[in-house]
């Protein structure tokens, strides 16, 4: 009877086997880089629009013109909300409305007042100089991307109108000196203060209104963030911080 050569045997054995595990190998490594690539895009979601997986080979790969082009969407409307603090500092209001499209959907979160069209916007705005005729924004800009690709349960201050509309945030320092009315009708203090700002802008392509900084771009709407109580320390209209609005 004819057998087989042992060391022939067990090296065919060893050769199956470290296919085997090669094998598995490569799909424990693949499931484990898909994991920490979910984990990554997760993180990323809070403030930028998440990247796309990796494409398969045989598929075509995006364009670079594709790429230029969302760089230069974001470039233009990082510019639109820089442009608009700018105008904002220098009182310009003729040229700082036509950012907004006619109607809008804006929430000074801090209050509650919400602004829907560009007469209120101009009011509002108006109320501030008042108070502050000083005040002064400073700060940095964001891209965001869509503004439905980076939430799950919105926040109250995201009207569903703009859901799906590009998102740009700032990060800005408000300061000046309250010698006039606050908008609530607090009478002036002639106290400085300095606050910290978030505020998110929406935007979307329609028909510009005349005048627009970036046609055919317009801000839908947006939210402004800040503490009203650190604002209310600072000019001496409360001795006990955290115990609620004392300018309501």
Known sequence: METGDPANGRASSSTAI?????IQGLSRRAALTGALGAVGLGALAACASAPAPAAP????TPTAAAASGDAEVAAKLIEIHRRGHELWNQRDLESFIPTFAPTINY???????EITNAEEMTEFASKWYMAAPDAKLSGVFFYCGKVAAQLGDA??????????D??????????GTQTGPLPEGKPPTNKPFSMELTEFITYREIP????????????????????ILTLATQLGLTDSAGLGGPMG
Do not use: I, K
Request: aromatic share 6%.
């Open 57 to 60: 080979a045989t598929a075509p």
């Open 107 to 113: 929430m000074d979160v801090a209050s509650g007042h």
């Open 208 to 227: 510009p209104a005349e005048g627009s900084l970036a046609p055919p771009w317009q801000a839908t709407g947006g939210a402004m963030y800040f503490n």
């Open 166 to 175: 590009l998102c740009t945030v700032s990060r800005s320092t408000l300061t």
């Open 155 to 164: 926040p109250a201050s995201l009207n569903p109108a703009v859901a799906g």
């Open 18 to 22: 470290g296919a085997r595990l090669a």
